[in-house]
């Protein structure tokens, strides 16, 4: 793995370059959707700069503040909460910024940038693969003559400076652990798919503005916490969980709340407007 690539005197983070290049992705995507959706480009180009710097916020914060409040003051992980921290800060930041600058609901906003935070995160960890600084548990050495070998990584292709590598310097030769990232990308491509086409059919199906990013964060926390049983990391006093599933339960809790109130509401056929039923 290449956690760091050196050209000339520059010593570049794989992991930042790729993370940068899926945001710049979901810009050069998301600009054409805005103006469809009759947004002028100026204020459009401001939210996506500015969300950047929101989002680095946000990662650090939770990557700082879940692990103190789970009783682990100690744990950090540059890799840890940066996507939770990253969507959830992102997310109050368009909530805020659609409603006071672009004077907008921020519902359908929401919706039509659903596809961003699984796309990002779908190149994104392609970085965390090349950097080796999130990876799984040690896999059974039977699943190295099965099917199950496309899922797992030798240990020896970490760098010895990686993360992975530090951790995994003992390992006995032959240890197989579970590619954790891949197991990321492919729950991203599930979201990206399910965000994608529930936005085209929103009118067809009649959704209350919100479903789509709701179902999205929904469908990413809950295949998320499923993966982290596969993340070698510290857990939380005695229970089977890390810290970082700890917070992912929280976002796929209130997500499932976000996502239950708009599929009560139902789209009026004729007018468009969303309606709830009478008990």
Not at 41 to 68: E, K, S
Request: proline fraction near 6%; include cysteine; hydrophobic fraction near 50%.
């Amino acid at each position: 793995m290449y956690p760091h690539i050196h050209i000339g005197g520059l010593d570049l983070s794989t992991w930042r370059i790729t993370a940068l290049a899926g945001v710049v992705l979901c810009w050069a995507l998301f600009l054409p959707r805005a103006k469809r959706l009759g947004h002028p480009l100026a204020p459009i180009v401001l939210l996506l700069v500015l969300a950047l710097p929101v989002g680095t916020f946000g990662a650090n914060l939770f990557n700082r503040l879940i692990p103190y409040l789970a009783g682990l003051p100690g744990v950090y992980r540059a890799s840890g909460l940066t996507v939770i921290g990253s969507i959830v800060s992102v997310l109050g930041f368009g909530l805020l910024y659609s409603r006071f600058v672009l004077k907008a609901s921020p519902m359908p906003v929401l919706d039509a940038v659903a596809f961003t935070f699984p796309l990002s995160i779908l190149v994104g960890r392609l970085g965390c693969l090349l950097s080796g600084c999130c990876f799984g548990r040690i896999a059974p050495a039977s699943a190295g003559g099965s099917f199950l070998s496309v899922f797992t990584l030798s240990a020896k292709l970490y760098a010895a400076d990686s993360e992975a590598g530090q951790a995994l310097a003992n390992a006995p030769p032959g240890t197989l652990l579970w590619n954790l990232p891949l197991f990321l990308m492919l729950n991203a491509l599930l979201v990206l798919i399910t965000a994608e086409t529930l936005y085209r059919n929103r009118e067809h199906w009649r959704l209350a503005p919100g479903t789509v990013m709701a179902a999205a964060a929904a469908q990413y926390s809950g295949g998320r916490f499923l993966m982290e049983f596969l993340r070698k990391d510290d857990l939380v006093g005695n229970s089977q969980f890390n810290p970082w599933q700890m917070a992912v339960l929280l976002l796929f809790a209130a997500s499932l709340l976000w996502l239950g109130v708009c599929l009560v509401r139902r789209r009026n056929p004729v007018t468009g407007a969303c309606q709830t039923p009478s008990l």
